[in-house]
């Protein structure tokens, strides 16, 4: 397990550029008013599915979301990335954490409501998948999504996941429960089918 960790350090694959002019970088420090303005002008979109909207009030917040981020690439597990159009930060996509022992990891992500609708996070999600499964040679990836959150959903499905079960009461947002598919990828479906994927 020490080798693929050491190979994963040293291949971080970002910035990466998408379709449409669109990039993926790692988050900096400096980047906290930009994201939280973001965050702020799309509060009431972004909360009905994510869970953390409500609590996340000052750029100080982002800050500390940012810096946890950069420990996060500096222990090896995982990474949040800025996904960049024309200069302006409209997203963010990221690995929740690894299990090198299992060789497994798990992606979220969200987008401007405005952004919507173009490929984009598609793109994005597709960028990661390469560098967890190619890059990293991780096993399995794992995209979890509210049974009702059809945007989120159809991002793994238009990338050939296997949808494998629903997770019941899997999160509270707000005041209420949602259940969650799970969807995956293994690294053999991935290899042999990222065209059929494309």
């Known amino acids: 397990m020490a080798w693929l960790r050491r190979y994963a350090r040293l291949r971080v694959v970002l910035p990466a550029d998408l379709p449409g002019g669109r990039r993926l970088r790692l988050l900096d420090e400096s980047d906290a008013p930009a994201l939280f303005a973001v965050i702020d002008q799309n509060r009431e979109h972004l909360a009905e599915w994510m869970p953390w909207v409500p609590h996340h009030t000052s750029a100080q917040q982002t800050l500390a979301f940012i810096r946890a981020s950069r ?12 996904i960049v159009d024309d200069g302006q930060i409209v997203g963010i996509i990221g690995f929740h954490s690894i299990d090198w022992g299992q060789r497994r990891t798990t992606i979220g992500y969200w987008l401007d409501a405005g952004q919507q609708g173009r490929g984009t996070m598609t793109e994005a999600v597709r960028t990661l998948v390469d ?27 238009r990338l050939g996941f296997r949808q494998e079960g629903v997770l019941r009461q899997a999160e509270r947002i707000g ?9 995956a990828m293994e690294a053999s479906q991935w290899t042999a089918g990222d065209d059929a994927a494309a």
Not at 136 to 148: Q, T
């Open 175 to 183: 005041d209420r429960y949602v259940d969650h598919v799970v969807y």
């Open 71 to 82: 420990r996060q690439v500096a222990d090896n597990n995982g990474l949040q990335a800025a």
């Open 131 to 157: 560098q967890a499964l190619v890059t990293w040679r991780l096993r399995r990836v794992e995209i979890r999504a509210a049974v009702e959150n059809h945007r989120s959903r159809a991002i793994p499905e």
